[in-house]
Nanobody, 128 residues
């Protein structure tokens, strides 16, 4: 089991940047894959990015590739989502999540149903 606590959301103008953080309670970091999702009003939860604790391997949705960067700090049990060149279409509640399939290895998943644990969500609003 792992508890996830997000921070860093807010209001930003188009073209601006924000960094989201997700503090994880679990110390056995290599046993799951942390990821970020987002959900806009009236839309299904959408995959954003994922990373492995044990390596620098990352996976991004096409819609954010080149603008968002996922990273992790193993010493702080925390992973991040640096968002740049933000667009109004990026407005959503952002969630961090943990995928415990394959014990932290195996293929990345963009399917939110395969992530077992979730943070509470943080609102990101991008004004035009």
């Amino acid at each position: 089991q792992v508890q996830l606590v997000e921070s860093g959301g807010g209001l930003v103008q188009a073209g601006g940047s924000l960094r989201l953080s997700c503090a994880a309670s679990r110390r056995t970091l290599s046993r799951y894959v942390p990821g970020w999702f987002r959900q806009a009003p009236g839309k299904e939860r959408e995959f954003v990015a994922a990373i492995r604790w044990s390596s620098s391997s990352t996976y991004y949705a096409d819609s954010v590739k080149g603008r968002f960067t996922i990273s992790r700090d193993n010493a702080k049990n925390t992973f991040y989502l640096q968002m740049s060149s933000l667009e109004p279409e990026d407005t959503a509640v952002y969630y961090c999540a943990a995928d415990f399939r394959y014990d932290g290895s195996g293929p990345f998943s963009a399917n939110y149903r395969e992530y077992e644990y979730w943070g509470q969500g943080t609102q990101v609003t991008v004004s035009s």
